[in-house]
């Protein structure tokens, strides 16, 4: 009875074992799955002109330069990848993003970099509906100082045509804006 009752139990177990991998393969293949947040970012798929206002915190003036960006859905979707090219401050300027919503964490993720630096810009956030903005921020080095610096950017989707994003750091305490960049679908 004893040997009986050992197998009933081992059958049992097994059963529960396979209904919770079941249920665990389930949720892993509904969390690998593009949804809404990821149909968003696909807008940004296409060509871009980009106009980038910088201010001179010293004299307050403005210096206005133009590119383009080119925005790809990747990894079958779940994934967008930008690239960028344009001219700041006399010096040629390239960059590369990679824009991503992680469905586990609930949270946007944009990773940056660029040919004036060699560092990995990091930063996190959120969607508000209201407002049409995708706030995130993150830290980084300071180049200048070597000390870590607070970033924040929201960029606002006006329309399927136009996206304004923003760029702001933080350093000794003092939020200022870094720039603006009006994208314009080509």
Known sequence: MKKLLTVVFMCLMFVSIKAQDQEAMEKWMESIQPGPMHQMMSKMVGKWKAVMVMVD????????????AIYEAILGGRYIKSTFSSTMMGMPFDGMGIDAYDNIAK??????????????MVMKGQYDEQTK????????IDPMSG??????????????NTTVFEMYSTMNGQEMKMFTMTYTRI
Not at 107 to 120: A, K, P, Q, R, Y
Not at 147 to 160: H, L
């Open 147 to 160: 000390q870590p610096m607070k970033y924040r950017s929201t960029a606002i989707w006006v329309d399927d």
């Open 57 to 68: 915190p010293g004299s307050g003036q403005e210096m206005k330069s133009e590119g383009t």
């Open 107 to 120: 949270e946007f993720v944009s990773i940056w970099l660029d040919n004036m630096g060699t560092g990995i």
């Open 133 to 140: 903005t995708v706030n995130l921020s993150g830290d980084s």
